[in-house]
């Protein structure tokens, strides 16, 4: 059988994957720049002539593809209360693997409307109302996307008893009507909204991108690159058929713009003392930092977690952290070739990984009622998650890659955060969990078997 290729057109640089679906090994992994501004075709040839360097000449029997080139996949969704319906439109958003710029709650404003206008996204949730709820927000809301200046898919996923009516108000215009996120008070069915908002992906931001001569080349570009990292972490987490998991865990995903939060886990309270305040959370899950990342985002990094913070990390002094946190931000290009900047990037990436991972667990509240002492629990515990999955490439080819991964566990100065406790951590070395996503679409047991290998088992092999 030939060998089959996986391809990720990152926004910065293209990845290649080559394997042995037969023998479930990795024949080798590449990357070259990512030429979106001319043709992507380009970075995909040269990162092919890198892997062949070191494979020797291949010819590939099937190629798959995924994407978050140019930017990736730009959503805003629309919700009606914050904590209830936006918070479904949000949670369908990122597990679609789209970067949600912004979740608008009840009436959009003429200054939404601008907002909007100028952030210009690929698709648009509009959702509202539970069935047979509340109309009036949802429908004010297509009358005032209907004026956009442009044809932006609009997915509709609110009260099913005025879908047709928000169609008709945005007549001419390319609409989808799918299953409500939140169909009762208090559940969740986001599975159908995020297959089309896949599907759009597919058939429409794709050609806007530039990817259509590179689907010449392959088998398919099925999915945007979180989709398939979100696919990978749940195969290796749960399994396939009768070969195991390796039970529930955390994924994080470091990158120069942003960091992505995974967990397949359910997130239950710990003990009967608590309750659950919200929406119950999906067993799988992602959430995005937007402002958090290496060198786009490297000031978010430092509002978040204080310069107090990162000069005690890296033992450097609060203005020479302050004076180099500056230095990133305008050279977002730059590699550390000092020992202080080395000091620096580690701060950096250990802030990085504590602040996105608190965010994406839940945390726990102590509240005194009539009956006594309660436990009021927000979003998923993931105490007693298993394992801590780390990739990208600020931790990959970090020095120190388990000591900042550990950044990602429970820590007694923060008891309200649920991280987990004891989890063991694991690294994605070759940078093949997105590639692995990929491949599970059509080899599941080969996928799910190269990353028990790599992986899980990598720490046991030395």
């Not at 004026?147 to 390319?174: F, H, K, M, W």
Request: aromatic share 6%; with cysteine; charged share 25%.
């Amino acid at each position: 059988m030939k060998p089959v290729l996986l391809v990720d057109f990152g926004s910065t640089n293209t990845k290649a994957t080559a394997v042995d679906v037969e023998n479930c090994e990795i024949l080798g992994t590449a990357a070259a720049y990512t030429t979106v501004e001319t043709d992507i075709n380009n970075g995909l040839h040269d990162a092919i002539q890198i892997l062949e360097k070191t494979t020797g000449h291949l010819e590939f029997g099937e190629t798959y593809a995924c994407s978050s080139a140019a930017g990736g996949l730009k959503m805003i969704s629309c919700g009606l209360v914050p904590e209830l319906t936006a918070q479904a439109s949000r949670e369908a958003s990122l597990g679609a693997g789209a970067k949600v710029w912004k979740t608008y709650s009840f009436q959009l404003t003429k200054g939404d409307m601008k907002e909007i206008e100028e952030y210009h996204p690929d698709i648009i949730l509009l959702t509202g109302g539970t069935d047979g709820g509340n109309t009036d927000c949802i429908l004010y809301n297509a009358k005032m996307l209907a004026g956009l200046s442009y044809d932006c898919p609009v997915v509709i996923a609110g009260n099913r008893c005025c879908a047709d009516d928000c169609q008709e108000i945005l007549a001419g215009r390319t609409t989808y009507i799918c299953e409500n996120v939140m169909p009762r008070l208090g559940e969740l069915n986001i599975e159908p909204t995020q297959k089309q908002i896949r599907e759009i992906f597919l058939n429409r931001i794709v050609q806007g991108k530039g990817l259509t001569q590179a689907m010449d080349l392959m088998s398919g570009i099925i999915m945007p690159t979180p989709s398939a990292m979100l696919t990978a972490m749940e195969l290796l987490s749960d399994g396939w058929d009768e070969i195991p998991g390796i039970g529930e865990l955390v994924g994080v995903d470091l990158g120069g713009a942003t960091t992505d939060v995974y967990s397949v886990a359910e997130g239950s309270p710990a003990n009967t003392m608590t309750v659950i305040k919200g929406l119950q959370e999906p067993y799988t899950k992602r959430t995005v930092e937007g402002d958090i990342g290496m060198r786009y985002s490297v000031r978010g990094i430092m509002e978040a977690a204080g310069d107090r913070k990162l000069a005690k990390i890296a033992g450097l002094a609060r203005n020479k952290v302050n004076e180099l946190v500056d230095y990133l931000e305008h050279h977002t290009d730059y590699i550390p070739d000092s020992e202080e900047m080395e000091k620096m990037d580690y701060a950096l990436a250990c802030a990085a990984v504590e602040t996105a991972v608190a965010r994406h667990a839940g945390s726990l509240e102590q509240v005194y009622t009539p009956s006594g002492l309660t436990f009021v629990q927000s979003g998923k515990d993931l105490r007693r998650v298993k394992y801590v999955v780390v990739t990208g490439g600020a931790l990959i080819h970090a020095k120190h890659t388990e000591e900042i991964a550990k950044y990602a566990l429970f820590d007694e100065s923060s008891p309200a955060s649920l991280r987990p406790e004891k989890a063991e951590i694991l690294v994605d070395r070759k940078y093949i969990l997105a590639a692995m996503g990929l491949l599970s679409k059509q080899y599941p047991q080969a996928a799910l078997e190269i990353m028990k290998k790599e992986i899980a088992y990598y720490g046991h092999k030395e």
